[in-house]
């Protein structure tokens, strides 16, 4: 590892120093030069003289974001990859100037006004090239990671994670049987340009049951005349493995466009740091791509992805009898552990994930636009079990999941007041199929979904603005469904469910349970800039999310997880209503945010383990869903601090804190308290050379009920009564991280940089409170990642 280092430290030392002068000229359409344009490339600005004319010295070489922008006319916002000294000239459009003043005043904050938006770069989405999209959200403060194993994750954002954070690709909801906690957003994150967070149900127009807050996630979008690409190849040692993405982008200002990307990825077995991980090895091929018209009037795009993974689950996670889960907690050891291996055997997961859309923008005028979108998906999800006497090949659970949606948006700016307007409409039908010998975990259903919403923005001044919106929602879901009588009558279903029963075939009832729901959320929000630079968000917002087919129906083992869920069909809707503030202070060298929320749920529902359950497969942990009213309070807090030229200090902290007022405790799965410290180091002279070292900081939770149970185990031939421990967290734990990466020309028309990182430096053997799988075995050890871009 020490001659790794050596060789890449030699290697940014000696790469070509290159910089480059950019100029041009910026006119209208009219070709009048317009003098004091803003400019912006990279992290420089100027601003243009009386003939419009700019030249901006020192920009790198490589893939670099344009900004364009003069009051009263359409901003430019672009990225243009530099190879040498150029001459750039821009042509703006002209548009009403309150509205351009507005988008300039607003610019970092496109989808609410009054919600402070957390962005995540195209930089730090390469580096995260082979991980999920849950990883590069952890770049975000207040947003932490929900596991089940070594590659399943999915974000939390200020504890709430599953279908109370959407997420939106391209501005299509990810339909992917997103219900289950064991369950990856089907998304390839080399495919993203731009990832905005916004935390809350203050996004009305994305939908009224983010409670927990919305991933937003744009593709690359070119505008300026140009054709670029890239190619991007991480390797790593833990998992043996790699990933090669490649994208080629060509734009263009009022014409055609398009774009194309896809990535692989092959990795074996991870490691922790004391043993193999039997069995969580991954394989993805996945591709996007998009062809759009842009005329003066309107412009029309279509869009298509496909993610195809294979993901194999931890040997040891799948327990024989309650014996081996009790050793396994009290041992720290897992029952399983094989040499490393390439091959991904049962259990495993197999996803599919197709997403098709077509697009059309009209512009009436400039500040008055009319938006039709229609979107398609397909997700088919196969999970294997180990089962004896039955073909490997042959899944436990396989479902089939189609959805249609039809968006209608309408955006006017009249003076100061803003609108948005809009109508939705979706059609899903999940197939469970009837061949894999297995009751499904999940039934087969038809949902049917409407909405309307409307939202006013109004600018009292450049420095203060005012929202409010609000939402109705309808939604029907009409499940076919066996259920065996016993368990019926376990779960005292009657009489108050009997009229869902249609058929009698023995031990089991056949079931039609038919649930509708009319919702109603609202958000109020401020922004006040005041002071020097000081920026104050202020939201207060009610939002209902209704239960999944997951809280209704589970019934089974969920063989990714090794767990047995039991749905409950007297779920009812959860009701959130959260205030959150966001107070953001910038000084020369210093910029800090702070945001306390809190959040009161009524009729929250949760996953909560109450014993242990025999089959025929082994013995499994048994969770049901419960609900509750629950209270969650919590602050996000991060600075940057640049202290010198060179060197620049990031500090993120977040703590959630959940209370189930009902029962007095607290509430299970909540993240921890955890600080993020990060010192940088960046000169652009030596070929812009990168180092970071960052100390990941997680607390041990202390906040969490009591779920124990006990149980009988083998002890030399006896049954010996125990305490199954199943809620006690992991101790806390200090990660460090290492990251740099260097930029150098490679030839006239292509640049290269080279990166190289190691994760969990010394080896740290540790569990995290949000893994699923901390039960069984520990989490990663040390990983060294070396990354090649070269951008064309």
Not at 195 to 202: P, R
Not at 453 to 471: A, L, N
Request: charged content about 20%.
């Amino acid at each position: 590892m020490q001659k790794i280092i050596m060789f890449f430290c030699l290697l940014c030392f000696a790469s070509n120093f290159g910089q480059n002068t950019i100029s041009g000229k910026i006119v209208d359409e009219n070709e009048k030069p317009l003098e004091k344009s803003q400019i912006h490339i990279s992290s420089k600005s100027t601003v243009s003289n009386r003939n419009g004319v700019y030249s901006i010295n020192d920009i790198p070489f490589g893939p670099t974001k344009f900004l364009i922008s003069y009051v009263g006319y359409q901003s430019i916002d672009t990225i243009i990859t530099v190879t040498q000294t150029q001459v750039i000239n821009f042509k703006l459009r002209q548009k009403a100037e309150r509205l351009n003043e507005i988008v300039i005043k607003h610019k970092d904050n496109y989808y609410n006004n009054t919600v402070s938006e957390q962005k995540i770069k195209e930089a730090v989405i390469e580096k995260f090239s082979s991980q999920s999209l849950a990883n590069v959200l952890k770049e975000v403060s207040g947003v932490s990671i929900l596991k089940s194993g070594s590659t399943i994750a999915k974000p939390v954002i200020n504890g709430l994670h599953s279908s109370r954070v959407p997420i939106y690709n391209n501005n299509v909801k990810i339909e992917d049987q997103q219900w289950g906690v064991e369950h990856a957003p089907n998304f390839d994150i080399n495919s993203a340009g731009k990832i905005t967070v916004l935390k809350g149900a203050s996004g009305l127009q994305y939908g009224g049951d983010a409670i927990g807050g919305i991933v937003v996630i744009e593709p690359i979008s070119i505008k300026k005349d140009t054709l670029f690409g890239k190619a991007l190849t991480t390797l790593e040692s833990n998992g043996r493995g790699g990933t090669i993405s490649t994208s080629l982008h060509k734009g263009n200002f009022c014409d055609w466009s398009w774009n194309v990307q896809g990535s692989f990825k092959y990795y074996g077995d991870r490691q922790s740091p004391s043993y193999n991980l039997s069995n969580t090895g991954n394989r993805e091929a996945n591709f996007s791509g998009d062809i759009k018209y842009i005329g003066k009037k309107y412009d029309f795009s279509a869009f298509y992805s496909l993610y195809n993974a294979t993901i194999g689950i931890l040997s040891a996670s799948h327990i024989g009898n309650v014996n081996d889960l009790y050793n396994s907690i009290n041992n720290s050891i897992p029952y399983i552990v094989n040499d490393f291996d390439y091959s991904i055997k049962n259990p495993k997961q197999k996803v599919m994930h197709h997403l098709a859309k077509l697009n059309y923008n009209f512009n009436f005028k400039d500040n008055e636009v009319l938006g039709l979108q229609y979107s398609f998906q397909f997700n088919n999800r196969k999970e294997f079990d180990l089962r004896t006497g039955i073909q490997d090949s042959k899944p436990a659970l396989d479902l089939n999941l189609i959805t249609h949606t039809f968006n209608a948006d309408y955006n006017l700016v009249n003076g100061d007041w803003d609108y948005k307007l809009g109508v939705s409409s979706s059609f899903q039908n999940n197939t469970a199929s009837p061949n894999t010998g297995v009751m499904p975990l999940i039934p087969t259903y038809d949902k049917v979904d409407a909405a309307v919403y409307g939202i006013v923005d109004y600018h009292f001044s450049s420095d203060f603005s005012v929202e409010f919106g609000s939402r109705y929602d309808f939604s029907s879901i009409q499940a076919t469904k066996f259920y065996l009588k016993s368990r019926w009558d376990e779960r005292n279903y009657s009489p108050d469910y009997n009229d869902f029963i249609i058929g009698d075939f023995g031990n089991q009832w056949l079931t039609k349970p038919q649930f509708l729901f009319h919702n109603l959320s609202a958000s109020l929000g401020a922004q006040y800039s005041f002071g020097s630079d000081y920026d104050l968000y202020f939201n207060l917002s009610r939002a209902v999310r209704n239960p999944n087919p997951s809280e209704f129906f589970s019934d089974g083992l969920h063989h990714s997880s090794g767990m047995i869920e039991l749905g409950d069909l007297r779920i009812v809707s959860e009701k959130s209503n959260k205030i959150s503030t966001s107070l953001q202070k910038k000084w020369n060298n210093f910029a800090v945010n702070i945001g306390p929320f809190l959040n009161y749920i009524e009729d929250f529902i949760f996953l909560k383990p109450v014993g242990f359950e025999t089959t025929i497969r082994g013995a499994f942990p048994v969770w049901e869903f419960n609900q509750t009213n629950a209270v969650l309070t919590g602050v996000d807090f991060n600075s940057q601090w640049k202290i010198t030229k060179y060197f620049q200090h990031k500090l993120m902290i977040s703590f959630v804190n959940g209370a189930d007022i009902t029962n007095n405790e607290s509430l299970i799965d909540m993240p921890p308290l955890n600080i993020n410290n990060r010192i940088q180091f960046n000169k652009k002279e030596w070929s812009n050379l990168k180092l970071e070292l960052q100390s990941e900081i997680v607390f041990r939770q202390n906040q969490f009920p009591n779920n124990n149970f006990i149980s009988n185990i083998v002890v030399d031939g006896n049954l010996v009564p125990v305490e199954i421990d199943i809620s006690s967290p992991p101790q806390a734990y200090n990660l460090l991280h290492f990251s740099s990466d260097v930029d150098f020309k490679t030839s006239k028309n292509s640049f290269t940089s080279l990166g190289l990182s190691v994760f969990n430096i010394f080896n740290t053997k540790y569990r995290d409170y949000l893994n699923r799988q901390r039960f069984y075995a520990d989490d990663l050890g040390r990983n060294i990642q070396i990354q090649v871009k070269i951008n064309f």
